[in-house]
């Protein structure tokens, strides 16, 4: 990623850094910078995914059990609230190639808002695991056929939602970054890799929800009673 | 060489265009940046090596003597997890891939200079929650935080220890997102692929390393973090975890990381090799890709570590047939290098002398690591000294001479003054003899029984122990000798002038130290690397002139 910064003796353009010969070559570098983050990202949570292919592999019983006491109409809403969140970002990384910053502003702030509503659903299920006594540790109480692998699962389950959310707070930030800039016209028709990239790295972790929203909702077949 | 005129015209360099305390922890010039490398990594280096004076130490004697047992635990402990993640897995890369890939390549900085500097203090960040480790107790678990003893049982400052690992491991990542980036988007005009010097070749095969296996111990490492912080369950063997899931994942990044300690030194060694033989490299192609094909398959192997783990024998079979295969790049690179002085005018230079301790000693780790890959003998020999010693000639005899010969071969450029020349053949000499005095009878005590990690042994095993630890304290007079003559040089050094070894190269056509865009002209690249046929011999050494 490269920030936007002025430099006292910088050539011709205030967004291009000295070191890069022309605001092509800074472009390309942002952007391959940022898809090869997203590819450590993806050995960042296959770690994870891999721990849960192995346990749901050894224990499928317990983890179809324990999928039925996750609130589906609360995953299903989160994951349509995260695509809504991805199109907004999609029109806006288009609004910054066209240089309307007034539209970019808009639809950032319209999927901050989305992010903020996930997390919000999330904070709320987190609170009823608690309440229902789902949280890994000595208070863990399930009712069901095989309660220590259960613990496995809801285990992976916090690891894995919890290290999604903190990268939604991360990406929360960096849209506010970028708003930042666009309300500063600091983005221009030329100079857009900012909202490109967030743009990028927003759409991955909305990919992470894709995959974790069946492995962790949909386990069990009877579930629209929710 | 002009060594008056540069003392009359006091030239612009990226060491005096600023000063201050601030220029230096805000700077965002690459060379500045492997500089602050250089010093913290080298502290990092004498802590673990401090560690492994005391480790040598205790086995002086049969008995448990100096150390009590859980001591003991914690300093080899303490001694695996600086060495390894604290100064091989970064030191070549953060300080001479930074200080030289852009220079190497004719770019003026690496691609994200501000990403490169969070690198830096992330690891400062890592190196300190390590020491707040040590202090508060230091980790037992061996530098492999094994579960399900590291997430349920051990008493000691593990939390901490792994947060050191997380955290540096981060600045791992992006010092590797930063070269590959670098080396696709910033070359300099006809510095094409097959025009890359091998040690930027090198560099970018540990980056895909860096980048694709430093994310899963991050988690992996992170897990048991959570795991005895909140005790959830992932690997606890009382809720069905499963400990070999931690190991698959432990080795998925830590088998390769051998590759990241010893890809870097590799490719410092074709540098030196050829620069001293005066000869082009014998099969560039084979040595640029060989580095990659060492990047590839060295993720396709990590369960060897795992043979006596209980791991399915059929598992065992392929994993030991694929090491077997990351002997054929590693072979020829050592081939190579063999055929590259061959008729050469051999220069028995500093850097020079590393070198061909590396290539003797690498072969020797090597070898022995295909004796491991062997199902039946791996049986026999597994967790005993044989196995340390094979991996301290990878690490030690491999990449410590391979950083040596790398510090010694470009500090003219780096610092602008020559190391005394005499000195340094000393002390290369020291560190081989100490070296091998160290860890040749390690081979001998495993193969007959000696087991690793214990602080106490039976009789019979002592002389050899005494050998060892007699070894292991020349080797650590010849580490303090350079610290010595290198801070020596920097007052009272010769001038080394632009290009003092007459190398082929872009970081030679450049002053020494170089100016702060590293080039004044965006260089034009029309020739091949290596091209030393067209090259003046090396100059004679100069008299050490006293001012």
């Given at each position: 990623m490269s920030t936007v910064e002025t430099r006292p003796n910088a050539v011709s353009t205030h967004s291009l850094h000295e070191h890069f010969g022309d605001l092509e070559q800074q472009r390309e570098a942002a952007t391959l910078g940022m898809w090869v983050f997203l590819a450590t990202e993806i050995m960042f949570f296959g770690g994870m995914f891999t721990a849960y292919l192995v346990y749901r592999m050894a224990y499928p019983v317990a983890f179809d059990a324990a999928s039925q006491d996750m609130n589906f109409w609360a995953g299903t809403i989160n994951t349509i609230v995260l695509i809504g969140s991805s199109l907004t970002m999609a029109l806006a990384v288009h609004a910054s190639q066209e240089g309307k910053n007034k539209h970019v502003v808009w639809l950032l702030i319209a999927t901050m808002a989305l992010g903020a509503v996930f997390l919000g659903i999330k904070a709320f299920e987190y609170h009823e695991h608690w309440v229902h006594h789902l949280v890994p540790g000595p208070y863990f109480q399930f009712e069901g056929p095989d309660p220590r692998h259960a613990e496995i699962f809801f285990s992976l389950y916090f690891a894995m939602t919890g290290f999604h959310a903190l990268h939604m707070v991360i990406g929360l930030g960096l849209v506010s970054w970028i708003v930042y800039l666009a309300a500063r016209n600091k983005i221009t028709r030329e100079y857009h890799s900012p909202v490109e990239n967030v743009g990028l790295y927003w759409h991955f972790v909305d990919m992470v929800w894709i995959y974790l929203y069946p492995l962790l909702y949909l386990v069990a077949h009877k579930h629209v009673s929710g | 060489m002009a060594s008056a005129v540069h003392n009359v015209v006091e030239t612009k360099n990226y060491l005096n265009s600023d000063f201050g305390i601030k220029s230096w922890l805000l700077t965002t010039d690459h060379k500045r940046i492997g500089l602050l490398y250089l010093v913290s990594i080298t502290t990092m280096f004498f802590v673990g090596g401090f560690f492994a004076m005391l480790i040598r130490l205790e086995l002086?004697?049969?008995?448990?003597?100096?150390?009590q047992s859980d001591t003991y635990n914690k300093m080899f402990t303490m001694h695996g997890i600086v060495m390894v993640f604290l100064f091989l897995i970064p030191s070549i890369p953060a300080v001479l891939g930074n200080f030289l890939v852009p220079m190497m390549i004719g770019a003026k900085d690496l691609a994200f200079p501000k990403i490169n500097l969070l690198s830096w203090y992330l690891y400062m960040i890592g190196a300190l929650l390590v020491i707040y480790s040590i202090v508060t107790g230091s980790a037992d678990t061996g530098w492999t935080f094994y579960t399900p003893f590291s997430t349920q049982y051990s008493n000691s400052a593990v939390i901490t220890a792994a947060l050191g690992v997380f955290v540096s491991g981060f600045s791992s990542i992006l010092t590797g997102l930063n070269f590959v980036v670098t080396m696709h988007r910033m070359r300099a005009p006809g510095m094409t692929w097959s025009r890359m010097p091998l040690f930027c070749w090198s560099n970018y095969a540990t980056a895909l390393i860096q980048l694709l296996g430093t994310p899963v111990i991050a988690i992996t490492i992170m897990l048991v973090a959570l795991e005895r912080l909140f005790n959830i369950g992932i690997f606890n063997p009382q809720l069905g975890g499963d400990p070999l899931l931690f190991q698959h994942l432990f080795w998925f990044y830590s088998h390769p990381a051998v590759y990241i300690m010893i890809l870097p030194s590799m490719g410092v060694i074709s540098e030196v090799v050829t620069c001293f033989s005066r000869k082009r490299i014998f099969g560039y192609s084979f040595v640029a890709l060989a580095s990659i094909a060492i990047a590839v398959l060295g993720f396709?192997?990590?369960a060897h570590h795992m043979f006596v783990a209980g791991m399915s024998v059929y598992a065992s079979l392929i994993f030991s047939f694929l090491t077997f295969l990351v002997g054929v790049p590693s072979a020829i690179k050592t081939f190579n290098w063999t055929a590259t002085m061959y008729k050469g005018s051999v220069y028995l230079h500093t850097p020079m002398l590393y070198a061909m301790g590396f290539i003797g000693l690498f072969a020797i780790g090597g070898v022995t690591g295909l004796f491991l890959a062997t199902l039946g003998i791996d049986v026999h020999v597994h967790d005993t000294y044989f196995v340390v010693a094979h991996f301290h000639y990878i690490m030690v005899g491999g990449a410590v001479l391979g950083y040596m010969a790398g510090i010694h071969f470009w500090w003219p450029k780096i610092t602008g003054k020559m190391y005394p020349e005499t000195w340094g053949r000393i002390a290369a000499g020291t560190i081989f003899l100490g070296f091998n005095l160290t860890f040749f009878p390690q081979f001998i005590v495993g193969y007959v029984g000696m087991p690793r990690r214990y602080h106490s042994y039976v009789p019979e095993f002592q002389i050899l122990n005494v050998f060892s630890t007699a070894g292991a304290s020349i080797l650590a007079v010849g580490y303090i000798l350079p610290l010595i003559y290198l801070f020596w040089s920097l007052r009272y050094g010769n001038d080394a002038g632009p290009n003092p070894y007459n190398a082929t190269g872009l970081e030679w056509t450049t002053a020494s130290p170089p100016p702060k865009e590293n080039f004044h002209e965006t260089p034009v690249v029309t020739w091949e690397a290596y091209?030393?046929?067209?090259m003046p011999p090396i100059p004679e050494e100069e008299p050490v002139v006293h001012r």
């Amino acid at each position: 990623m490269s920030t936007v910064e002025t430099r006292p003796n910088a050539v011709s353009t205030h967004s291009l850094h000295e070191h890069f010969g022309d605001l092509e070559q800074q472009r390309e570098a942002a952007t391959l910078g940022m898809w090869v983050f997203l590819a450590t990202e993806i050995m960042f949570f296959g770690g994870m995914f891999t721990a849960y292919l192995v346990y749901r592999m050894a224990y499928p019983v317990a983890f179809d059990a324990a999928s039925q006491d996750m609130n589906f109409w609360a995953g299903t809403i989160n994951t349509i609230v995260l695509i809504g969140s991805s199109l907004t970002m999609a029109l806006a990384v288009h609004a910054s190639q066209e240089g309307k910053n007034k539209h970019v502003v808009w639809l950032l702030i319209a999927t901050m808002a989305l992010g903020a509503v996930f997390l919000g659903i999330k904070a709320f299920e987190y609170h009823e695991h608690w309440v229902h006594h789902l949280v890994p540790g000595p208070y863990f109480q399930f009712e069901g056929p095989d309660p220590r692998h259960a613990e496995i699962f809801f285990s992976l389950y916090f690891a894995m939602t919890g290290f999604h959310a903190l990268h939604m707070v991360i990406g929360l930030g960096l849209v506010s970054w970028i708003v930042y800039l666009a309300a500063r016209n600091k983005i221009t028709r030329e100079y857009h890799s900012p909202v490109e990239n967030v743009g990028l790295y927003w759409h991955f972790v909305d990919m992470v929800w894709i995959y974790l929203y069946p492995l962790l909702y949909l386990v069990a077949h009877k579930h629209v009673s929710g | 060489m002009a060594s008056a005129v540069h003392n009359v015209v006091e030239t612009k360099n990226y060491l005096n265009s600023d000063f201050g305390i601030k220029s230096w922890l805000l700077t965002t010039d690459h060379k500045r940046i492997g500089l602050l490398y250089l010093v913290s990594i080298t502290t990092m280096f004498f802590v673990g090596g401090f560690f492994a004076m005391l480790i040598r130490l205790e086995l002086l004697t049969p008995a448990g003597d100096l150390l009590q047992s859980d001591t003991y635990n914690k300093m080899f402990t303490m001694h695996g997890i600086v060495m390894v993640f604290l100064f091989l897995i970064p030191s070549i890369p953060a300080v001479l891939g930074n200080f030289l890939v852009p220079m190497m390549i004719g770019a003026k900085d690496l691609a994200f200079p501000k990403i490169n500097l969070l690198s830096w203090y992330l690891y400062m960040i890592g190196a300190l929650l390590v020491i707040y480790s040590i202090v508060t107790g230091s980790a037992d678990t061996g530098w492999t935080f094994y579960t399900p003893f590291s997430t349920q049982y051990s008493n000691s400052a593990v939390i901490t220890a792994a947060l050191g690992v997380f955290v540096s491991g981060f600045s791992s990542i992006l010092t590797g997102l930063n070269f590959v980036v670098t080396m696709h988007r910033m070359r300099a005009p006809g510095m094409t692929w097959s025009r890359m010097p091998l040690f930027c070749w090198s560099n970018y095969a540990t980056a895909l390393i860096q980048l694709l296996g430093t994310p899963v111990i991050a988690i992996t490492i992170m897990l048991v973090a959570l795991e005895r912080l909140f005790n959830i369950g992932i690997f606890n063997p009382q809720l069905g975890g499963d400990p070999l899931l931690f190991q698959h994942l432990f080795w998925f990044y830590s088998h390769p990381a051998v590759y990241i300690m010893i890809l870097p030194s590799m490719g410092v060694i074709s540098e030196v090799v050829t620069c001293f033989s005066r000869k082009r490299i014998f099969g560039y192609s084979f040595v640029a890709l060989a580095s990659i094909a060492i990047a590839v398959l060295g993720f396709l192997v990590w369960a060897h570590h795992m043979f006596v783990a209980g791991m399915s024998v059929y598992a065992s079979l392929i994993f030991s047939f694929l090491t077997f295969l990351v002997g054929v790049p590693s072979a020829i690179k050592t081939f190579n290098w063999t055929a590259t002085m061959y008729k050469g005018s051999v220069y028995l230079h500093t850097p020079m002398l590393y070198a061909m301790g590396f290539i003797g000693l690498f072969a020797i780790g090597g070898v022995t690591g295909l004796f491991l890959a062997t199902l039946g003998i791996d049986v026999h020999v597994h967790d005993t000294y044989f196995v340390v010693a094979h991996f301290h000639y990878i690490m030690v005899g491999g990449a410590v001479l391979g950083y040596m010969a790398g510090i010694h071969f470009w500090w003219p450029k780096i610092t602008g003054k020559m190391y005394p020349e005499t000195w340094g053949r000393i002390a290369a000499g020291t560190i081989f003899l100490g070296f091998n005095l160290t860890f040749f009878p390690q081979f001998i005590v495993g193969y007959v029984g000696m087991p690793r990690r214990y602080h106490s042994y039976v009789p019979e095993f002592q002389i050899l122990n005494v050998f060892s630890t007699a070894g292991a304290s020349i080797l650590a007079v010849g580490y303090i000798l350079p610290l010595i003559y290198l801070f020596w040089s920097l007052r009272y050094g010769n001038d080394a002038g632009p290009n003092p070894y007459n190398a082929t190269g872009l970081e030679w056509t450049t002053a020494s130290p170089p100016p702060k865009e590293n080039f004044h002209e965006t260089p034009v690249v029309t020739w091949e690397a290596y091209d030393y046929e067209h090259m003046p011999p090396i100059p004679e050494e100069e008299p050490v002139v006293h001012r």
